[in-house]
């Protein structure tokens, strides 16, 4: 009689647990879900704890509106002073001082002083203001700002460009 060996049979197949998931495309989806709720997760922590994040003072480092711009004397008689770095002109009309915002009151752009015209003038969209600041001709739909302008105790003119004033505000030194 013959014996027939039984022989055992080792599947290492991935259908029967030869590695620790099946690979279908249910588990692929569920897992690149989870991978995407965990990395949205670690983003919006990282953003709250991180450096620079929730904890961290939101501080504007920007100079004080309100500034020193000289003595009278330093600015001659019947001048227009461009102070870029500020965005004003410093108006002198005999004795009288204004300050006038250099920004446009149609888009914002830089307005420029003509000394031939004696106007100031928008370069990019053509707005045109009288030397006072009024507006005359373009699309700009209001004159410029004008802006607070005080004799210090120290003999300096100081502007303040978080004070809009009228139009007719002048300091007469």
């Known amino acids: 009689m013959e014996t027939k060996e039984k022989t055992e049979c080792h599947h290492t197949s991935e259908t029967e647990g030869g590695i620790w998931f099946n690979f279908s495309r249910r588990n692929f989806l569920t897992l690149a879900g989870w991978g ?29 509106p309100r500034f020193t711009v000289g003595e009278p004397k330093s600015f001659p008689e019947n001048s227009v002073t461009t102070l870029k770095s500020r965005k004003i002109f410093i108006v002198r009309d005999g004795n009288s001082f204004k300050a006038i915002s250099v920004v446009c009151q149609h888009l914002g752009c830089a307005v420029e002083f003509s000394k031939e015209k004696n106007i100031f003038e928008c370069p990019c969209h053509g707005s045109k203001y009288y030397r006072n600041g009024v507006n005359f001709a373009g699309p700009a739909p209001r004159p410029l700002n004008h802006f607070d302008v005080v004799l210090a105790d120290n003999g300096k003119l100081v502007v303040d460009t978080s004070k809009v004033v009228p139009l007719a505000t002048e300091l007469v030194v």
């Not at 929730?54 to 004080?64: A, Q």
Request: proline share 7%.
């Open 36 to 64: 995407l709720f965990f990395a949205t997760l670690a983003g919006y922590l990282s953003q709250i704890l991180g450096y620079k994040g929730f904890f961290y003072p939101k501080v504007l480092f920007e100079p004080s």
